[in-house]
C-alpha cells in the first residue's frame, strides 16, 4: 500500500508552503500577539481566494470537495508557520461539525459563507470538569415555545471572540444535544482566558438562559454523541496535524543552527551528541508524519481501525512534538528559549495543542476501552 502523497497533494502542499513563506513569517504572528482580533482578515480573505477555507467543504456548497488527508497537508503548513488565525476553529470545527450533523438548510446557509471567509465558526466542547468525552456535558437546553433555552459554562473555546456561529453541546429531555448559538447574542459573555500561546485565541463562553430557535439544532434532539465523537476524532488528527507542522519547523531550524554554528572551530553539527539528537528528532517527526497521514486516511475512508488511528495519532504526536521542540531548544544553547528567538513561537503551538481534544493520556484510555471491548 503506497501512502505517498499524490501530484496534486504535493502541489497543495507547496503552494501553501509558498504562500506562509512570503505572507507569514515569524514578524507576523508577533505582531497579532498584541492585536485585540488576533489575526488578520486580509490574510484571510486571501486564503479563503486559494480555497484552503473550504478544502473539506463539497462542490455544491462552494469548497473543493476534497479529504481530510488534503486539510491536515494545509494545517500542517499553518502549524510550520505558526499562522495565528481561526482555521483549525472555523474549517475543523465548525465546517466539519455541519458536514457530518448538520441539516441541508444548515449546510445551505452556513457551509458557502465558510469556504468563502464570510463567516468564522467554532465549537464549544469542554466545560468545567476538562474532561473531552461528550458524556460529561453538564450544559443544559429545555423547550421554549417553539425553540429552545440553553444554559451553561464553557472553557476553552477556541476563537470564539470572532466567531459568527459556535456549536454548543447541551443535555436537553431527549438525550445529548447540539445547537448553534451566536456568541454575541443576548445572554452570552465571553471572556478571554490567555494560555501558553499567545498567537491563539481562547474565551470563556458563559451562556445565561439564551433563546435559539427550533432550526438551531444541528440534526434531531437527543443524537449529538455520535456527531461529536467523530468531530473530536477529527479535531485531533488534524490538530496533531499542527503539531508535526511546529515539530517539523523546530528540527529544520535545528539542523540549520547546527551547520553554521561554530565550537572549538567547527560546526556543532560534527559532534556525535548534537547528531544523534537530530537524528532522534528526525525519527520523531518521521514517526509522526505517518501516524497522522494514516488516521486521516482511514476517517476518511471509514476504516475498520479508524477511531484507534485517531487516538494513536494523537497521543503520540502530542508526546512527540513536545520532545522535538524541548530538544531543539536544547540544541540551540543559550539562544533558544530568549523572546527574540523565533523558536518559542513553534514550541508554544504544539505545546497548546497538546491538550486539546485529548491528551495521550485520555486517548490511550480510548485504545484500552477499544482493545478490552473487542475481546
Same mark, same amino acid.
Given at each position: 500500500?503506497?501512502? $505517498? !502523497?499524490?501530484?496534486?497533494?504535493? %502541489?497543495?502542499?507547496?503552494?501553501?508552503?509558498?504562500?506562509?513563506?512570503?505572507?507569514?513569517?515569524? =514578524?507576523?504572528?508577533?505582531?497579532?500577539?498584541?492585536?485585540?482580533?488576533?489575526?488578520?482578515?486580509?490574510?484571510?480573505?486571501?486564503?479563503?481566494?486559494?480555497?484552503?477555507?473550504? *478544502?473539506?467543504?463539497?462542490?455544491?456548497?462552494?469548497?473543493?470537495?476534497?479529504?481530510?488527508?488534503?486539510?491536515?497537508?494545509?494545517?500542517?503548513?499553518?502549524?510550520? @508557520?505558526?499562522?495565528?488565525?481561526?482555521? *483549525?476553529?472555523?474549517?475543523?470545527?465548525?465546517?466539519?461539525?455541519?458536514?457530518?450533523?448538520?441539516?441541508?438548510?444548515?449546510?445551505?446557509?452556513?457551509?458557502?459563507?465558510? @469556504? $468563502?471567509?464570510?463567516?468564522?465558526?467554532?465549537?464549544?466542547?469542554?466545560? &468545567?470538569? %476538562?474532561?473531552? &468525552?461528550?458524556? #460529561?456535558?453538564?450544559?443544559?437546553?429545555?423547550?421554549?415555545?417553539?425553540?429552545?433555552?440553553?444554559?451553561?459554562?464553557?472553557?476553552? /473555546?477556541?476563537?470564539?471572540?470572532?466567531?459568527?456561529? /459556535? *456549536?454548543?453541546?447541551?443535555?436537553?429531555?431527549?438525550?445529548?444535544?447540539? !445547537?448553534?448559538?451566536?456568541?454575541?447574542?443576548?445572554?452570552?459573555?465571553?471572556?478571554?482566558?490567555?494560555?501558553?500561546? %499567545?498567537?491563539?485565541?481562547?474565551?470563556?463562553? +458563559?451562556?445565561? #438562559?439564551?433563546?435559539?430557535?427550533?432550526?438551531?439544532?444541528?440534526?434531531?434532539?437527543?443524537? =449529538?454523541?455520535? /456527531?461529536?465523537? #467523530?468531530? *473530536?476524532?477529527?479535531?485531533?488528527?488534524?490538530?496533531?496535524?499542527?503539531?508535526?507542522?511546529?515539530?517539523?519547523?523546530?528540527? &529544520?531550524? #535545528?539542523?540549520?543552527?547546527?551547520?553554521?554554528?561554530?565550537?572549538?572551530?567547527?560546526?556543532?553539527?560534527? !559532534?556525535?551528541?548534537?547528531?544523534? +539528537?537530530?537524528?532522534?528528532?528526525?525519527?520523531?517527526?518521521?514517526?509522526?508524519?505517518?501516524?497522522?497521514?494514516?488516521?486521516?486516511?482511514?476517517?476518511?475512508?471509514?476504516?475498520?481501525?479508524?477511531?484507534?488511528?485517531?487516538?494513536?495519532?494523537? $497521543?503520540? /504526536?502530542?508526546?512527540?512534538?513536545?520532545?522535538?521542540?524541548?530538544?531543539?531548544?536544547?540544541?540551540?544553547?543559550?539562544?533558544?528559549?530568549?523572546?527574540?528567538?523565533?523558536?518559542?513561537?513553534?514550541?508554544?503551538?504544539?505545546?497548546?495543542?497538546?491538550?486539546? !481534544?485529548? &491528551?495521550?493520556?485520555?486517548?490511550?484510555?480510548?485504545?484500552?476501552?477499544?482493545?478490552?471491548?473487542?475481546?
Amino acid at each position: 500500500m503506497n501512502f $505517498s !502523497f499524490s501530484e496534486d497533494q504535493v %502541489l497543495l502542499r507547496n503552494s501553501v508552503r509558498s504562500f506562509l513563506d512570503e505572507h507569514c513569517r515569524p =514578524a507576523h504572528p508577533r505582531a497579532m500577539m498584541d492585536d485585540a482580533r488576533g489575526y488578520d482578515p486580509a490574510l484571510w480573505n486571501e486564503m479563503a481566494k486559494l480555497g484552503w477555507l473550504g *478544502l473539506p467543504v463539497p462542490e455544491q456548497h462552494g469548497g473543493a470537495g476534497l479529504g481530510l488527508v488534503e486539510l491536515c497537508i494545509a494545517i500542517e503548513e499553518l502549524g510550520r @508557520a505558526a499562522y495565528p488565525g481561526p482555521y *483549525l476553529a472555523t474549517v475543523v470545527l465548525g465546517g466539519l461539525g455541519l458536514l457530518l450533523g448538520g441539516s441541508a438548510a444548515q449546510k445551505d446557509r452556513w457551509l458557502p459563507a465558510i @469556504a $468563502s471567509g464570510e463567516k468564522r465558526a467554532s465549537a464549544a466542547l469542554m466545560e &468545567d470538569a %476538562l474532561d473531552w &468525552d461528550p458524556a #460529561s456535558t453538564a450544559a443544559t437546553a429545555v423547550t421554549a415555545g417553539d425553540g429552545w433555552t440553553i444554559s451553561g459554562v464553557k472553557r476553552f /473555546v477556541p476563537w470564539a471572540h470572532v466567531a459568527d456561529i /459556535v *456549536l454548543v453541546p447541551a443535555r436537553s429531555p431527549e438525550g445529548l444535544s447540539l !445547537f448553534l448559538v451566536d456568541p454575541k447574542q443576548a445572554g452570552v459573555a465571553l471572556r478571554r482566558m490567555v494560555g501558553i500561546d %499567545l498567537c491563539s485565541r481562547w474565551s470563556e463562553m +458563559r451562556i445565561e #438562559s439564551v433563546r435559539v430557535g427550533a432550526d438551531a439544532v444541528v440534526g434531531q434532539p437527543g443524537t =449529538a454523541g455520535p /456527531v461529536l465523537e #467523530s468531530l *473530536l476524532r477529527r479535531a485531533a488528527v488534524c490538530a496533531s496535524a499542527e503539531m508535526l507542522g511546529a515539530a517539523r519547523r523546530c528540527l &529544520d531550524m #535545528s539542523v540549520e543552527y547546527a551547520k553554521v554554528r561554530e565550537q572549538f572551530g567547527q560546526p556543532i553539527g560534527s !559532534f556525535q551528541a548534537i547528531r544523534h +539528537r537530530c537524528a532522534e528528532m528526525l525519527l520523531e517527526v518521521e514517526n509522526s508524519h505517518s501516524a497522522v497521514y494514516y488516521a486521516a486516511w482511514a476517517l476518511e475512508a471509514g476504516a475498520e481501525d479508524a477511531a484507534v488511528a485517531a487516538s494513536i495519532c494523537k $497521543s503520540y /504526536v502530542s508526546e512527540s512534538a513536545r520532545r522535538v521542540c524541548g530538544d531543539s531548544i536544547q540544541v540551540h544553547g543559550g539562544i533558544g528559549f530568549t523572546w527574540e528567538y523565533d523558536l518559542h513561537l513553534y514550541m508554544k503551538r504544539a505545546k497548546a495543542l497538546e491538550p486539546l !481534544f485529548g &491528551d495521550a493520556e485520555f486517548h490511550r484510555e480510548l485504545i484500552t476501552r477499544h482493545v478490552v471491548g473487542a475481546r
